[in-house]
């Protein structure tokens, strides 16, 4: 259940808010101070903040632009003040949007739900966008299952995406040949271990700027390979 923060002076207001959002199914939380909602918002994890500006304590304005320096949670700023000057000033200081009074509750309604499945979206996009790992030039998305050096693609068969990310994801820790083959391959090596050290080769082709002294995949010699960060 989604859980919403309203901070409001107006009693009545509040109730009438909350009684409507509770019929859609969310969990309410009303705080009548400026200073108890920023508390509020700043403590506990809302899923969305409907916030008047006009409060006694600190203002809409100024909890929103508090909030915004470490938090991401939606923000619907309420008001009776109806000048566009209002209006600008409260987005920019990070709402995501602005109503002013009076207003339909069911009008208020929709908008929430409008604001989480955008935020929800976003929060989804963002973790898949995060599936990449970047280090020194070398970008792996492994969603894509894609390689980039310094910004221009390169072509890498499965084994060697496979084996370039597995060393990517533990850098600096040194792996034998048989280990690298056993985690790869999925079996053991018994005498295939130059299928690793070919693999490790046009790895290397592909990524180094020289091979000959490579700055990302090492040799450590009499025991295998590590990735070098």
């Known amino acids: 259940m989604s859980r919403v923060l309203i901070v409001e002076d107006e009693g009545s207001i509040a109730e009438i808010e909350k009684d409507y959002l509770e019929l859609s199914g969310f969990e309410v939380v009303i705080k009548s101070d400026g200073t108890s909602g920023y508390k509020a918002a700043m403590e506990e994890d809302y899923d969305i903040i409907i916030l008047d500006v006009m409060l006694p304590g600190m203002d809409g304005y100024e909890i929103c632009k508090s909030i915004r320096e470490t938090?991401?949670?939606?923000?619907?700023?309420v008001s009776a003040k109806k000048e566009d000057i209002d209006k600008i000033r409260g987005l920019g200081v990070g709402a995501?949007?602005?109503?002013?009074?009076?207003?339909?509750?069911?009008e208020l309604v929709a908008r929430v739900k409008a604001h989480l499945a955008r935020y929800e979206r976003l929060v989804s996009s963002v973790k898949e966008a995060n599936?990449?790992?970047?280090?020194?030039?070398?970008?792996?998305?492994k969603t894509a299952r894609r390689v980039f050096v310094n910004g221009e693609e390169r072509?890498?068969?499965?084994?060697?995406?496979?084996l370039l990310t597995f060393l990517a994801e533990n850098p600096n820790r040194v792996f034998t040949k048989d280990e690298l083959f056993k985690e790869i391959w999925d079996m053991d090596s018994i005498g295939d271990i130059a299928t690793v050290t070919v693999h490790i080769k046009k790895i290397r082709e592909k990524v180094e700027f020289d091979t000959s002294k490579p700055q990302y995949i090492e040799t450590i010699w009499g025991v295998g390979y590590r990735f070098k960060v």
């Open 155 to 162: 072509m890498f068969t499965t084994k060697e995406f496979d």
């Open 131 to 141: 599936d990449v790992i970047e280090i020194r030039g070398i970008k792996i998305d």
């Open 71 to 77: 938090k991401n949670t939606p923000i619907i700023m």
């Open 96 to 106: 995501d949007d602005y109503m002013t009074k009076p207003f339909s509750p069911s």
